[in-house]
């Protein structure tokens, strides 16, 4: 399959699905809602619903079937990613290729539609026009997991983790569960809640969720590579800044080498495990080999 044709498929659909849901810019509070378009439609790799709809398709559902919840995912993930910039936490002037939300909007109004981008993302999917296209069995569990994954035990506790450690002694367990935390909880939770709200049995559900575990440590540890070595045109922000804070990184506690290596075994063991789902992963597992090797 031709990976990239997929992806900009995929992210066509979430591009309109996002713009059709989403407050228009006009809707008051005006800049709030100009501040939620701008960081949404800043660009973007739409990652996490591409994993869902493929997930989806992995237990016999249709991808635009679970268009909702990929614009849940995408807003979550927004949020995180305009908090994260936020002076107090990373201090990024530049994101997706573009001037961070506080750098246009000022850090008020920034930190208000990442709250904005939060509830909204989790609030879609018990709105009543898209509640009724679900089972309810379905969807209660689907909205528990990804307050769950977007909670105080899951990303939110890795950022918490991940600006503690800066500059600390770290042990690979320590940076292990940083990652698990900040990145593997939604990356995870796209994979679970995709199979879940297309009727996927619990068993092809743990499946994809520990296929999701090390997938969302694989695409943290890619992350950080790129930090090392990637190009700021292509990722559209600035680099080298993990070493600069002194993050939690597996690169700082085990060398780059080491950590390509381990890159390597994480995704071969995730690859391995949704083998048991037959044909219909070969998505899933062209995704999977992007992640360890992206340039963005
Ligand atoms: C609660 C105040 C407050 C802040 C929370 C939770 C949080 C801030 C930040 C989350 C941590 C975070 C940003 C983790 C990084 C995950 C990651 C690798 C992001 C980059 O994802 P890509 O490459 O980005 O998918 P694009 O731009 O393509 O969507």
Redesign the pocket.
Known sequence: MNLEQYLASRRELVDKALDDMLPGEDNEPAILHKAMRYSIF???????PALAMASAEAVGGKPAEILPLAVAL?CI?????V??D?P???NDDL??GKPTAHKVFGEAVA?LA?DAL?TFGLGVLSLPNVARMYRLDRLVPVIHELSVA?GSTR??A??VM?IVFEGKEVTPEIVGSIMAN??GA?IRASLVCGAMLAGGDSEEVGILGRFGELLGTV??IR?DLLDIEGDPAKL?KAVGKDNTRGKATFARVVGTEKTIEMMQTLTTSALETIEPLGKRVEPLIAVGKYIGI?T?
Do not use: N
């Open positions: 800043a660009g973007g790799k739409r990652i996490r995408e993930h927004t949020y995180s990613l908090h994260d936020l107090a936490m990373d994101r997706r930190i990442g939060l977007a990303l939110i890795g950022q991940d900040k990145t939604l695409f943290q992350d559209g992206r963005s």
